[in-house]
């Protein structure tokens, strides 16, 4: 695997949740693919290396989506929800990521 170019401490911190929506669930049984929010500084190579190391899996490819803050009202200003970054990791042909199973072990 290709995680010894990144710091470790850096990995544990670049994966901060797995994106659940029904289009997340729809995108990972169609392609393989598992949808994350990841830090908003985070590269391909990283997220790849990240992924490699925290769920023993092969990453095949990894693409990457600025999602902007929604515009929401606090009384009677307007404001807006943080930036956030997803990335949506292509798991090489037969790996898959049980995210119920990672949490007991």
Known sequence: ???????????LNILL?????E?????????????FRVASDATKPEVKAAVEKLFNVT???VQIS???GKQKRFGRYMG?????????VCLAPG??????ASEQG
Do not use: C, H
């Not at 949740?17 to 929506?21: E, L, Y």
């Not at 790996?95 to 119920?100: L, S």
């Open 1 to 11: 695997m290709s995680t010894q170019k990144f710091n470790d401490e850096r990995l």
């Open 17 to 21: 949740a797995p994106q659940i929506s």
């Open 23 to 35: 289009k997340a669930t729809f995108v990972a049984e169609k392609n393989e693919q598992v949808i």
């Open 59 to 61: 990453v095949d490819s």
């Open 66 to 68: 600025n999602v902007k």
């Open 80 to 88: 807006s929800r943080k930036d956030w970054k997803k990335a949506y």
């Open 95 to 100: 790996q898959e990521i049980n995210f119920a």
